[in-house]
């Protein structure tokens, strides 16, 4: 037996029900008010019934911020420019998590979280880049935070790069590291 929904002045079957209120509110464009007030019930019954029958609301006005971002921009900053999700985000005023949502939408593979993409390569270092590294680093004396933000990386992953190469950092930093290690350590126990 078919459930039989009462609205004020009308009664039906969930079939009949939902396409009365499809026809009423998305084709003809109503509120809820509108709807409700037609039907002899509040604008908060329409509403539970469009959840029932799995009717999706209307917008209700408003752009969504994944219709408001140019795709061709965001495109363009991410593939060409190699650009993380935030720093697109913060450029078209919206979330990481909207540009991601606008990506994925388009059919864009997005990359791993974590890997750092430089001229179209992930971090890994030719024997040419280390030898700029290592010239960054002792013989101009850069910071790893200036040299990281010149690679588009994290002050750490330098650090880390320094050490694989045998380069002798500089004792504050390690001794900076080690403190930070040796706090992180007491917590976790």
């Not at 809820?32 to 509403?47: A, D, F, I, N, S």
């Not at 900053?77 to 998590?97: D, H, Q």
Request: charged share 35%.
């Amino acid at each position: 037996m078919k459930k039989v929904y009462k609205l004020g002045v009308f009664q039906g079957t969930a079939e009949e029900v939902k396409s009365l209120l499809i026809r009423k509110y998305l084709e003809e464009n109503k509120t809820l008010r509108e709807v409700g007030k037609e039907l002899g019930v509040t604008h908060e019954r329409v509403r539970q019934l469009l959840k029932r029958l799995r009717i999706k609301r209307k917008n209700r006005g408003r752009l969504s911020k994944t219709d408001v971002v140019n795709f061709e921009e965001v495109l363009k900053l991410y593939e060409r420019r190699n650009l993380p999700l935030a720093e697109i985000g913060r450029r078209c005023g919206v979330s990481a998590y909207t540009i991601a949502k606008v990506l994925k939408n388009n059919g864009v593979k997005l990359r791993r979280r974590g890997w750092i993409v430089v001229r179209r390569r992930k971090f890994f270092l030719n024997d040419e880049d280390k030898e700029v590294l290592r010239k960054m680093y002792l013989e101009r004396k850069m910071s790893t935070q200036r040299i990281a933000r010149k690679f588009g990386v994290s002050p750490i992953t330098v650090y880390r790069k320094l050490k694989e190469m045998g380069v002798p950092t500089r004792w504050w930093l390690s001794l900076r590291l080690r403190k930070k290690q040796e706090a992180s350590s007491c917590t976790t126990t």
